[in-house]
């Protein structure tokens, strides 16, 4: 804390950031020895503390934001962005777009989704060990996956009984865990509504549009030869993580420049961005092998590769992408077992 006070007083900043609790005092100091020189710089205090009298204490001293922890990046950004005029920070000599891309494969990302995918996958490699009670009190506080649980259970594909479902809990009964995990894992990486951009939030839900096209052909096809589905289906689920996670930083670009990306940059940065940044999120998240080979069969399969899995998922992105009639479509389903001419775009069969 006093280094940082005496840093102020030598070198004043454009913006402060502080924690409540620093290793040699309070971060309520610094923000007085902040006022008492300058009132207008934006501080932003970060803190544990989320009660009604720390934030009116800090506000007291003339801070400009307070963020609690813990908090999503995309939040922080959020507000970092509000406080910092965007010509400052494009008189600060701003990165460019690649330079922040190179930054994001080389950091953690976070995608913006109404809920966190990595907590999302951390439930998924314990689902053996999860029922529906259990699950539906891991998100009681989630109001958007409470409705989606509902939304999904009260389907007409999975109405039995005529009665509509109430709870959570019977929500997910009526699903299956399995099930009930992918359409959180869906939700999670559901961007488009968090991206200002009006350009960014279209190529975002098409992205995500056709991630569900793939992960709803892999379902049929497994299904077909007899696979177990819901790890197909996941796979197809992140089959666009590393375009989304591009679209973010091309949200990020767009925050700082006060310039929308035009359609032919989204392409460009997505074609060569969004393999590495896909890759880097999967050691992120700390996929299993087997999930991160399922998801990189969606793009290309050899031709000596004799892997039934990885065949069902390269078809489904053939199928989900309307090239069944396609010679690599037809050659893969042959290799499946499967009659093309019998296949729909999600891969179930035609009448």
């Known amino acids: 804390m006093q280094s940082a006070i005496s840093s102020w007083q030598k070198h004043p900043a454009d913006l402060v950031v502080v924690d409540w609790n620093l290793p040699d005092g309070s971060g309520l ?4 020895a902040v006022r008492q020189t300058n009132s207008d710089v934006p501080v932003l205090m970060i803190s544990g503390r989320a009660d009604r ?19 999503q990046v995309d939040v922080l950004h959020q507000r970092l962005t509000e406080l910092v005029p965007v010509q400052t920070v494009r008189d600060s000599g701003a990165s460019t777009l690649d330079e922040k891309m190179e930054a994001a494969c080389n950091s953690a ?11 999302v996958l951390a439930l998924m490699e314990k689902r053996d060990e999860l029922d529906a009670t259990g699950l539906a009190e891991q998100w009681k506080r989630e109001p958007a996956l409470s409705a989606k649980m509902l939304d999904v259970a009260n389907s007409a594909s999975f109405r039995r ?7 959570v809990r019977e929500a997910i009964s009526v699903i299956g865990v399995a099930m009930a995990l992918n359409q959180a894992l869906a939700l999670s990486l559901d961007i488009a509504g968090k991206l200002a ?7 975002a839900h098409l992205e995500q549009e056709q991630a569900l096209r793939v992960a709803d052909a892999a379902r049929a096809l497994a299904q077909r030869v007899g696979d177990n589905p819901a790890t ?20 990020n670009q767009c925050d700082q420049s006060g310039e929308p ?17 896909g890759n880097r999120i999967k050691v992120q998240w700390r996929l299993p092998l087997d999930l991160r080979e399922l ?3 969606v793009y290309f399969v050899s031709r000596s590769n004799v892997s039934q899995s990885k065949l069902v998922m390269r078809a489904a992105a053939l199928l989900a992408a309307d090239q069944a009639d396609g010679p690599e479509c037809r050659t893969l389903l042959r290799r499946l077992g499967i009659e093309h001419r019998e296949e729909s775009r999600d891969g179930t069969r035609k009448s």
Do not use: M, N
Not at 55 to 66: E, F, N, V
Not at 161 to 167: A, L
């Open 29 to 32: 100091e610094l923000i007085r």
């Open 53 to 71: 009298d720390s934030i009116l204490a800090a506000a007291h001293l003339g801070i400009s934001g307070y963020v609690s922890k813990p908090f």
């Open 109 to 119: 990302i976070q995608l913006p989704g109404q809920i966190d995918t990595a907590a």
């Open 161 to 167: 009984s005529g009665t509509s479902v109430k709870t």
């Open 197 to 203: 951009c009006p350009r960014l939030a279209e190529r």
């Open 232 to 251: 197909y289906y996941t796979a197809g689920l992140l089959s666009r993580a590393g375009e989304l996670a591009a679209l973010k930083v091309l949200q």
């Open 261 to 277: 990306p035009e359609i032919e940059q989204i392409d460009s940065a997505i074609a060569y961005w969004a393999e590495k940044l």
């Open 295 to 297: 998801i990189g069969a």
